[in-house]
């Protein structure tokens, strides 16, 4: 079981980047996904989540409007769209999986989600 982000990078502010999280060994369709961020010094948040169906989905207050996630059954991808990007979003982004909630809900806490990535770096310059 795998998850691989991709397509952080160096941006400027205002900018725009889309992430994209490739699950292999398993599939998204019982699964519950998020997209969570740690910056230097801080700890680790919740941005984004998703149920598997997509009907519920939940952001942080700080990025709801200006993130968007989304789930491509037929690649077995999760994307998280990221525009108007703030020198605030700087940080290692990190895709979980979790079959607790599956289709029925999400949390934008990290106990339920038993899978994650690796992280992709996202860097936003002012």
């Known amino acids: 079981v795998q998850l691989v982000e ?13 992430l994209s999280c490739a699950a292999s060994g398993f599939t998204f369709d019982d699964y519950a996904i998020a997209w969570f961020r740690q910056a230097p010094g801080k700890e680790r948040e919740g941005t984004a ?3 598997s169906t997509s009907d519920f989905t939940n952001y ?13 059954h037929a690649k077995n991808t999760v994307y998280l769209q990221i525009n108007s990007l703030e020198p605030g979003d700087t940080a290692v982004y990190y895709c979980a999986a979790d079959r607790l909630y599956g289709s029925k809900a999400c949390a934008l806490l990290e106990a339920p989600y038993e899978y994650w ?3 992709t770096q996202v860097t936003v310059s002012s």
């Open 6 to 18: 991709s397509g952080g990078g160096l941006v400027q502010d205002g900018g725009s980047l889309r």
């Open 49 to 51: 989540c998703a149920s």
């Open 60 to 72: 942080r207050d700080s990025v709801r409007g200006r993130f968007t996630i989304s789930i491509d």
């Open 117 to 119: 990535g690796q992280g």
